[in-house]
């Protein structure tokens, strides 16, 4: 209704970005699990409208998990000079997913402008697929801020998990 055109896929088995954290969250894998590819277009406002869409399933007791990475520049895993430009981002993206609404969504829809020149840094063109899925999950929140619930550097990066209730 949302004007997606989702496709199944039953040959294509879980990606490491859904079969990771369920694994470590529900180790004896007894929920039903459906896996959602990101959009070709890798269209930051999309992701957050395809959120939207899914929204009225946090009603229904689906949990809505959209795992990836609030740093992945491979080039910069372990470089010193890549710790200041992560940090910044994920101070960024931390500001921005506690926001309202409506100007959290604006801003991650543009967040390779709006976060300064850390946020393409920190997800160089085709590496935006591992911020993407936090860009689902906030449209997916509705009027929900978020927070911060996980940081941690890893490789000279800081890297971050946020939550929204």
């Not at 080039?75 to 309202?100: C, I, K, M, Q």
């Not at 709006?114 to 906030?138: D, F, I, K, Q, T």
């Amino acid at each position: 209704g949302a004007g997606f055109a989702p496709q199944q896929d039953g040959a294509r088995g879980y990606d490491h970005g859904t079969f990771i954290p369920l694994k470590v969250a529900f180790p004896d894998a007894d929920i039903p699990v459906l896996q959602l590819s990101l959009l070709q277009s890798l269209d930051a406002a999309e992701h957050i409208r395809l959120g939207q869409a899914l929204a009225p399933l946090r009603g229904e007791g689906v949990l809505i998990v959209g795992s990836g990475m609030s740093y992945h520049h491979m080039r910069g895993y372990g470089d010193p000079r890549s710790t200041p430009v992560a940090a910044e981002f994920d101070r960024w993206l931390g500001e921005t997913v506690a926001l309202p609404a409506a100007e959290r969504n604006a801003r991650l829809a543009d967040w390779a402008t709006a976060s300064g020149p850390a946020g393409r840094l920190s997800h160089p063109p085709r590496a935006e697929e591992h911020l993407l899925p936090l860009h689902v999950v906030a449209g997916a929140a509705g009027d929900s801020r978020g927070a911060k619930v996980f940081t941690d550097r890893v490789m000279a990066v800081d890297i971050s998990a946020f939550r929204f209730d």
